[in-house]
């Protein structure tokens, strides 16, 4: 490692522990832990941009960084982030407890398609951690899997040793990434396999090998009982891979290469069938969502309320939500067409259908809402658009159009820029909804259930995140397994907010969170336009029982007290 490089490490390494201090005195992520983290990540991309012998070394620090990152965001809520990540940690307790995924609260897909609760159930047991705690495997696992897939891909492309390190400085910080890694579910757990077949993919050499074949088709077998988007997503490569190995395109393939490009698309393409048909019967359920993307059946009316107002961050906060998105993408895009039209070979060919394959399963989800959104889609693409930028800078050095090598440091100084701007970066991002509880909040939720019978009503987010896992698992009941349980459940405080009706409702016990801005319910981020908290003190139907700064709980004056 040399000395600019250690000094480099120093300062990342200082800024990160200012970003979490800070982010821990503040009490909220957002922007001391992103801010922090871009800057050290950016500054290890100028180290590496600059130096024609950069160190391995230069990889180790950013994915370091990456994984301090996304380990401390996920412990430092009180609560586990999002909706979904409860429940599936309940449903792995359950597994833990009994050894089986028969009492398992499950839809039609996953109840053929297992493999998430099973693993976390397995770090439950393996690491003897709690419950939520447990599932810090996760994130682990999205810090080391991504860049290093990233490193590896580039690295097959070109043994070019600052070509790999930049793809794992890339990607160590992609917002998709981070947001899907702290909060655990089946479709980020399916990308993080994805990744690991995008490098056996890649590394296909040009005689045909049965090991190469057997590994794809055990991975190809993990995605499909992972998730029911990932098999779409090898399809989809797969295909533009047998559709490069043809004329005009496939000038550089020779007959292996194009007969293992029809074997994997055969194969992809049985593996979907045999998992939408057979293993899950999700056909009758993808047909709907198909054409809704397509536009023939039409998307639903938007909803108004009385009391409530949609979510809408103003145009800039959009534009730098999405911000890592767009840039990504248009510099992966123009620098695939560069490689496509001047540098195509067979290598490039398994690059250019990684990055492609994955891109075309997120570009719906901009269009449609029936579409998987592009957040939950993107982290595919993370790994193969960060190979793919990185071999793009690597060309464009040894272009003799000089223009390309500084056009090049600024499109990655755009990128490594964007990514800490992006609303993805953490659960807390600026005025949108805060995807965690506070530790206030969770001791109001508790003292609820400890000292009431009855139900207390809360907002849909409050009600949905479960903070005692022993409990919730020795109840089983669907309220507590559901990913986003809906508003049917009694104790769901939905029209009564955003049409100002809670008063009127009369229920025996209500606990209402002091500090939210925006309300995430059923049908998506309302803000409020009238103060519930105000109106029930105000009340003469109700008294305060209980008050801790984050939570107040208020009880009809007709009902005891609790103790």
């Known amino acids: 490692m040399r000395r600019i490089e250690k000094a480099a490490s120093v300062v990342v390494f200082v800024a990160l522990a200012g970003g979490v201090i800070y982010s821990h005195q503040t009490g909220s992520l957002y922007p001391g832990l992103p801010f922090a983290a871009g800057f050290g990540v950016l500054l290890l991309a100028g180290v590496v941009l600059q130096s024609r012998a950069v160190s391995t070394s230069v990889a180790l620090v950013a994915i370091t960084v990456g994984l301090v990152y996304r380990i401390y965001a996920f412990e430092f809520p009180a609560s586990m982030v999002s909706f979904d ?14 050894g089986s995924t028969e009492q398992l609260i499950l839809s039609e897909f996953y109840s053929a398609a297992t493999a998430f609760s099973v693993f976390n159930a397995e770090s439950i047991l393996v690491l003897g951690l709690p419950t939520d705690s447990a599932f810090v495997t996760i994130p682990l696992l999205a810090a080391l899997v991504i860049p290093v897939s990233a490193m590896a891909i580039a690295h097959r492309v070109t043994s070019h040793r600052q070509t790999f390190v930049l793809a794992a400085v890339l990607t160590t910080l992609g917002p998709a990434t981070i947001k899907y890694g702290i909060r655990p579910n089946p479709i980020f757990f399916s990308g993080l396999i994805f990744s690991a077949f995008a490098v056996t993919l890649i590394s296909y050499p040009n005689r045909r090998k049965i090991s190469h074949l057997v590994l794809s088709i055990v991975l190809l077998f993990a995605l499909m009982v992972s998730h029911k ?22 000038r550089a393939f020779g007959n292996r290469s194009v007969r293992t490009a029809y074997s994997l698309a ?5 593996a979907l069938v045999i998992q939408w048909m057979f293993l899950t019967q999700y056909i009758s359920r993808a047909l709907p969502r198909i054409l809704a993307i397509i536009g023939v059946v039409e998307p639903p009316p938007e909803l108004s309320r009385a009391a409530a107002v949609p979510y809408e961050p103003q145009l800039a906060f959009q534009v730098l939500a999405f911000s890592f998105v767009l840039t990504t993408l248009a510099v992966g895009g123009l620098v695939w067409l560069g490689l496509l039209k001047f540098r195509y070979d067979a290598k490039i060919a398994r690059l250019l259908a990684i990055a492609g394959g994955t891109v075309a399963i997120v570009l719906p989800g901009r269009f449609s ?29 040894k272009s003799p159009r000089r223009y390309l090598h500084y056009l090049s440091i600024i499109a990655i100084a755009i990128i490594l820029v964007s990514q800490p701007l992006s609303a993805a970066s953490t659960p807390d991002y600026r005025d949108g909804a805060r995807h965690y509880l506070t530790q206030g909040e969770v001791n109001g939720k508790a003292f609820a259930q400890q000292h009431t019978q009855s139900t207390v009503y809360m907002d849909r987010y ?10 919730a698992a020795a109840d089983g009941g669907p309220q507590y397994q559901a ?11 939905e029209q009564e907010l955003t049409e100002g009706t809670l008063l009127q409702e009369e229920y025996q016990y209500v606990l209402l969170r002091t500090n939210v801005g925006t309300y995430r319910m059923d049908m998506g981020r309302w803000v409020l336009t009238w103060d519930p908290v105000a109106s029930m003190a105000a009340s003469s139907r109700y008294h305060q029982t209980y008050s801790n700064g984050h939570t107040m709980m208020f009880s009809r004056r007709d009902t005891t007290t609790p103790n």
Not at 87 to 95: E, P
Request: glycine share 10%; charged share 10%.
């Open 85 to 98: 990540p409860d429940a599936y940690a309940v449903q792995a307790l359950i597994i833990a407890q009994t």
């Open 229 to 250: 988007i990932a098999v779409i997503v090898v399809v989809l490569v797969c295909l533009l891979l047998l559709i490069g190995s043809h004329a005009p395109f496939g």
């Open 266 to 270: 055969l194969i992809a393409g049985a």
């Open 369 to 397: 809402d029936a579409a998987a959104g592009t957040q939950r889609t993107f982290f595919f693409a993370t790994a193969g658009l960060g190979a793919l930028v990185a071999v793009g800078r690597y060309f464009a050095v």
């Open 462 to 471: 409050y009600w949905d995140e479960v903070i005692d896992f022993e409990r």
């Open 483 to 493: 990913p986003a349980a809906g508003s049917y459940f009694d104790g769901i405080l």
